[in-house]
């Protein structure tokens, strides 16, 4: 268990893929997106995962995060249980300075949506800024997954 200090952007080119040290596809679904504890499934890379995240505190920046690893197909069967809206993206890694961005390029009900994350050890780290990084937007609701299963993009 640990409390997970993550920074959320939204990102203005496609620059970013020609740097990306990896990609691969995610779905997930949420079994309870109640704000103080959403429970979450996914199936990433043939791997499945059962994630329990907190509310949020520090406008965002911060909340407790548990994550265990399951059978993929124990995940798909989740997954057909699930609250309605399934989110789908793929994810791009990529390096800054000593840090992982990971950018999600949503598909579906939230085609067109471009979001980058980096996890920090403390809430004032210092971090490169790539030029593709665009307006910040931690602490806004709307591009939370939780939020997005329910809300999608395409009706904003």
């Known amino acids: 268990m640990a409390v997970e200090i993550e920074r959320k952007f939204l990102v203005k080119s496609e620059a970013f893929k020609q740097d990306a040290l990896t990609s691969y596809s995610i779905k997930q679904g949420f079994l309870n997106r109640d704000p103080e504890r ?22 965002g920046l911060s909340r407790f995060e548990w994550e265990t690893e399951i059978n993929p197909k124990d995940a ?16 791009y890694e990529l390096k800054s300075g000593h840090h992982i961005f990971e950018v999600d390029v949503f ?15 403390s ?34």
Do not use: M
């Open 38 to 59: 959403t429970v979450r499934v996914r199936l990433k890379r043939g791997k499945g995962f059962l994630t329990i995240k907190g509310k949020s505190t520090d406008g």
């Open 76 to 91: 798909e069967a989740l997954l057909q249980r699930c609250e309605k809206g399934i989110i789908y993206k793929t994810r």
């Open 107 to 121: 598909h579906g009900e939230n085609e067109g949506l471009v979001v980058a994350e980096i996890e920090l050890q």
């Open 123 to 156: 809430a004032d780290e210092a971090f490169i800024k790539p030029e593709w990084l665009g307006e910040e937007v931690t602490g806004d609701k709307r591009y939370y997954n939780s939020y997005l299963s329910q809300y999608p993009f395409k009706d904003w």
